[in-house]
């Protein structure tokens, strides 16, 4: 049982990323028996070891737990007109269970694997990243260190009012908050967010977060993350060369032209754009950037649909790759008069207060007992345990 000091870092199952309800609605509605696992990875040195957090984690663990759906919370969810009222109903019941997930300590370094149906384990993702960075960070929590974030975050409003100064573009900037899973706090994030769209809110216009959208009045955003594509590698009827195919085809049949924001980089952009024929770029209403050089990946899309005679301005590109705001900038200033955009940053808005922010994901690493991959664009954000399967995936798609 939690001590009776106990701060809990959750306490909605609304506080998590609106990506992770249209995955789970589609895997509910799609893939309703599908077993998969989760891991837990950090990619760089913590300041201090993580294990020491892992008493802490499973407190935190059980109180999510215990957790479910309040009614007002599943009426935000009905408002939104591609939920649909079975998973709702579904959403209604839910409870995370305990067992399927599991914390244990390998002398530094924290293991979390979440392992069972993956309609009942996919949506601890998102939690357990925010209950480990807040435990992290609540050594940092001093009137110094939230002094130097609100100086940081100040500069950059004032960038956004210089910016504002620039000749307008024939497409408006649109930035949203997509800080949730490696953000400083609850409560950081939700200030950021409020200065944000009190200062500059012509620029501010979504967040992730599907409680702060609530609250705020802001827009949720998100469609799909690699999770979503990675398991039609391992569903059977499907051969692995098809897997994307078979994925964008499904979502498009679930949300018939709602969230049509395709995620491009699972096995690179060329393998993408080779599955991305002229039925699925009429149908999805444009492309979320992850991995790679963001420039050359613009290109290459524009040019794509220049090809199948398309026109880009059409479109819109999502960019979200470990941005901060001069790279969005710059990123806007590029492609601003060509397609339409917008840009998600995470990290640089959420938890830029001078400790080191940590690097940590929760991915897919086994579906119906089988591996899944991710080979993105960028070195060092591939993700597989099976080096055979990842030999055969390279070879399938020239990687």
């Not at 579904?90 to 993956?118: C, E, N, T, Y």
């Not at 469609?223 to 039609?232: C, D, G, R």
């Not at 524009?302 to 301005?313: E, N, V």
Request: with cysteine; glycine share 6%.
């Amino acid at each position: 049982m939690p001590s009776s000091t106990f701060q809990p870092v959750i306490e909605s199952l609304l506080d998590t990323d609106l990506y992770k309800f249209t995955m789970w609605q589609a895997m509910l509605h799609r893939h309703p028996a599908a077993q998969a696992e989760y891991q837990f990875i950090c990619r760089n040195r913590p300041e201090h070891p993580l294990a020491e957090l892992a008493d802490e984690i499973e407190q935190q663990i059980d109180h999510l737990c215990s957790l479910g759906f309040r009614q007002d919370e599943l009426d935000y969810l009905s408002s939104l007109r591609y939920i649909k009222s079975d998973f709702v109903d579904f959403l209604s019941l839910f409870h995370f269970q305990r067992r399927f997930i599991d914390v244990s300590v390998q002398g530094d370094m924290l293991s979390i694997v979440a392992r069972g149906p993956q309609v009942h384990v996919m949506g601890f993702e998102i939690f357990v990243l925010a209950i480990v960075n807040e435990l992290y960070f609540r050594r940092y929590q001093t009137p110094d260190v939230l002094d130097e974030g609100r100086r940081r975050l100040q500069e950059k409003i004032q960038l956004l009012h210089a910016f504002s100064q620039e000749a307008p573009r024939r497409f408006p900037l649109a930035i949203s908050d997509f800080g949730l899973r490696r953000r400083f706090s609850r409560a950081w994030q939700t200030e950021v967010v409020e200065r944000l769209r009190a200062a500059v809110p012509q620029y501010i216009t979504g967040t992730s977060n599907v409680a702060l959208a609530k609250s705020h009045g802001l827009i949720p955003v998100g469609t799909m993350a690699h999770e979503y594509l990675q398991s039609y590698q391992a569903f059977g009827k499907v051969r692995l060369r098809d897997f994307q195919r078979a994925a964008l085809e499904d979502w498009v049949q679930e949300y018939r032209g709602d969230l049509g924001v395709a995620l491009t980089d699972v096995v690179g952009m060329d393998a993408f754009l080779a599955d991305f024929d002229l039925y699925f770029a009429k149908l999805f209403d444009g492309l979320r950037h992850d991995s790679g050089d963001p420039i050359a990946w613009g290109e290459k899309a524009i040019a794509h649909y220049q090809k199948l005679r398309i026109d880009p301005a059409s479109k819109r590109f999502v960019f979200s790759d470990g941005l901060n705001l001069p790279q969005a900038l710059n990123i806007y200033r590029h492609f601003a008069d060509r397609v339409q955009l917008a840009f998600g940053i995470g990290t640089n808005l959420s938890n830029d207060l001078g400790p080191q922010p940590l690097n940590i994901v929760m991915k897919l690493f086994q579906c119906n007992g089988m591996p899944t991959a991710k080979l993105p664009d960028s070195p060092g954000k591939e993700h597989c345990t099976d080096a055979t399967f990842l030999a055969y995936l390279r070879q399938v798609f020239g990687r």
